[in-house]
């Protein structure tokens, strides 16, 4: 039955007029892992080719089906179709230089591709040249825009700065095609400042309150799959140690001085491993090791 639906769908594609747009938004980290988040509208049938370490990402909005490393999706009713995986491919390296590509979907009419850099990113080269380019305090973010007939392919070439790059107080640095009107209220400004206060006056006063949590001892079992991760998982997963096995996820991007971005992946990586669970029942999200990763 699945190899029918593949074969419907390989007739039917080219036989559709498709108007169906996509929308990239990709965070890469220093690593060089990223997070992919696509989203399709319009009408009609689309497919598109997945990197060689994702069997099963995550589709909603549309029926789909995968054959190999081909993800085919109908998108209909004008419903948008999001579909999401983090992948270690996107990206390589050659020296100083990093690069990545990205094949686009089938039969897509326009497209908007933003992929976000880490924060001390330089810009080399593109194609299709030049892209859109924008610098804030978290990243380097490259965009393109087809409002007809998008490329098969998109393909980006960065280095990493030794020298953190920090952009002009109060303002991004912008390609001038980027450039928007910034509205800044410093009334607003001083009301974060004043909410930012309170939460770390209540934060700190839990923190003292609070009896500390009990070490976890560190067995042999743990530190053989520590072995096989990198640094930033490591890094996560002793902090959660330190914490006896469960800690906030804002304590635990505080502690670790990560970029949000590079947590996420890192924690999406940790929890496809079945290494940590995260708790988002309640109102701030928990970070936990498995019974598995505790029982080793």
Not at 120 to 134: G, H, K, N, T
Not at 138 to 144: F, G, K, P
Not at 227 to 251: P, Q
Request: hydrophobic fraction near 40%.
């Amino acid at each position: 039955m699945r190899a029918f639906i593949v074969l419907v769908l390989a007739i039917l594609l080219p036989l559709v007029s498709a108007q169906v747009s996509a929308n990239y938004d990709i965070i890469v980290d220093d690593s060089g892992a990223s997070l992919v988040v696509l989203t399709l509208s319009g009408e009609g049938e689309t497919s598109l080719l997945l990197p060689a370490d994702v069997s099963d990402p995550v589709v909603e909005g549309a029926p789909y089906i995968t054959e190999g490393s081909e993800l085919y999706v109908s998108v209909s009713g004008g419903l948008p179709c999001t579909v999401m995986y983090v992948t270690d491919y996107f990206t390589g390296k050659q020296g100083a230089e990093w690069s990545a590509s990205l094949a686009m979907p089938e039969n897509i009419s326009d497209a908007y591709v933003k992929i976000s850099l880490p924060q001390d990113a330089r810009f080399v080269s593109a194609s299709p040249s030049p892209p859109l380019l924008s610098r804030t305090n978290d990243s380097l973010t490259a965009s393109w825009l087809f409002n007809s007939s998008p490329p098969a392919s998109i393909s980006l070439v960065y280095s990493i700065s030794q020298t953190p790059i920090t952009p002009p107080t109060g303002q991004p640095q912008t390609n001038p095609q980027t450039q928007q009107p910034t509205d800044y209220s410093l009334l607003f400004a001083v009301l974060v400042i004043l909410l930012l206060a309170v939460i770390s006056a209540f934060y700190l006063w839990r923190k003292s309150a609070a009896k500390s949590k009990p070490k976890l001892e560190v067995t042999e079992g743990m530190r053989n799959v520590m072995k096989a991760l990198n640094e930033s998982d490591v890094k996560l997963i002793e902090a959660i140690i330190d914490a006896g096995g469960e800690i906030k996820r804002s304590t635990l991007e505080r502690k670790t001085e990560m970029a949000k971005s590079s947590l996420a992946l890192a924690l999406g990586r940790l929890e496809s491993k079945n290494i940590i669970k995260m708790d988002k029942e309640r109102a701030s999200h928990h970070v936990m090791l498995t019974e598995w990763f505790r029982s080793l």
